[in-house]
Each structure stands twice: as structure tokens, then as C-alpha cells.
């Protein structure tokens, strides 16, 4: 009799701590909004930038991170540049500011070195800036580009008309990705 009571005891025990560790994992948000982070457009300080809004697999070989215009971000950005066009906040969420689409995509490989950035480019990881502006952050290489790599501070190389034509590999805004996708990984071995 006593065996079959604290048989009973432990069984409701085990449930609660189930509910308990149920209840909390489900209450845990994919990205915390107290400290949001971001897949960088560009790092200029007018730059609109998308705010993660799911990440899944950091750290791993199957790292994934999704991220849009927030309004909150978009109200405060045309506050300050388009102050006089009201439509401008919703604009800028549908249109996802200069990427002109509204969902922002990055992947990564984050054992074997491979970033595919919000603009669809594939990167390699060929180590750490060892000096200058980018010293200690992630430096990337275009697949089957061989030239020496500098620092773009901006994040984004841009033409006379404002076109976006492409980050190379000394971008902060691919170490910023990169550090989203694969926070906590040890380095990738460079090849």
C-alpha cells in the first residue's frame, strides 16, 4: 500500500515538472523583443534594417533566420527622413525598404564555413579580420572570388542611381548575419 502511494506521489510529481517544463517552452519567444537583432541592409545610420522574427537551427549545420521591416523601426526611420509622408511606415513594411521585398531570408553552414546572406549570395568564411575597422569579426569570401578582400564600412556597395550591387566579403552586415546564424559555434575551420 505504501509502495503504490508513493508510486502515486512520483507519477504526480513527473506531471507537474511536464506542465511546468511544457508551459515554459512554450512561452519562450523564438527572438527576444527586448534586445531585437537584425539581418543589416547596410550600417549607414539611415539604413532601415530587418528585425529577426524567427530563427531556428543557430549554431548548427542547418542554421536559419527570417526577418522583415518592423513597424515600430519603420515609423521611427520616417519620422526622421520622409516626415511629412504618412504612408511612408506602411510602405516601408510591405516593401521591406531597399530590398524591396517583404520577408528577409539567411542560411548558413556554420561547420563548414557557408553563409547564404539576406541578398541570395553564397559566402565562404576565410577567418577573422586581423586588423582595422572589421578587427575580430567574421571576414567572407565570394564563392570563386580570389582578390584580396577589404573592409566596406557602409555593409552595402551601391551605384550612382542607389542600386544595390552586392557587400563582398569585408561587409559588417555579412558578420552580422553570420554572428545571428551561428552564435555559440566554434569557429570553421579555414580552408
Not at 504526480?12 to 519562450?28: E, N, P, R, T, Y
Not at 527570417?66 to 515600430?72: M, R, T, Y
Not at 559566402?123 to 586581423?130: A, D, F, L, T
Not at 571576414?139 to 555593409?155: N, T, Y
Amino acid at each position: 500500500m505504501q509502495q503504490l502511494r508513493l508510486s502515486s506521489i512520483l507519477n504526480i510529481a513527473w506531471l507537474c515538472a511536464s506542465i511546468f517544463l511544457g508551459l515554459f517552452l512554450i512561452s519562450v519567444p523564438p527572438v527576444s523583443s527586448g534586445n531585437p537583432e537584425y539581418l543589416p541592409i547596410c550600417n549607414l545610420p539611415k539604413c532601415l534594417n530587418p528585425q529577426v522574427t524567427a530563427k531556428s537551427g543557430i549554431g548548427t549545420a542547418a542554421a536559419t533566420a527570417e526577418a522583415k521591416i518592423s513597424p515600430d523601426d519603420a515609423a521611427k526611420w520616417c519620422t526622421t527622413y520622409k516626415p511629412r509622408d504618412k504612408y511612408c511606415p506602411k510602405e516601408q513594411v510591405q516593401s521591406g525598404w531597399i530590398g524591396f521585398r517583404p520577408l528577409y531570408r539567411a542560411s548558413a553552414d556554420c561547420l563548414a564555413g557557408r553563409l547564404t546572406a539576406i541578398d541570395g549570395g553564397t559566402y565562404s568564411y576565410v577567418g577573422i579580420w586581423e586588423d582595422g575597422a572589421g578587427k575580430g569579426l567574421p571576414r567572407f569570401r565570394v564563392k570563386g572570388d580570389a582578390k584580396d578582400l577589404k573592409w566596406e564600412g557602409s555593409g552595402a556597395d551601391v551605384d550612382h542611381t542607389g542600386t544595390f550591387l552586392g557587400w563582398g566579403g569585408g561587409s559588417a552586415n555579412l558578420a552580422a548575419q553570420w554572428n545571428v546564424l551561428c552564435a555559440g559555434a566554434p569557429a570553421p575551420a579555414v580552408k
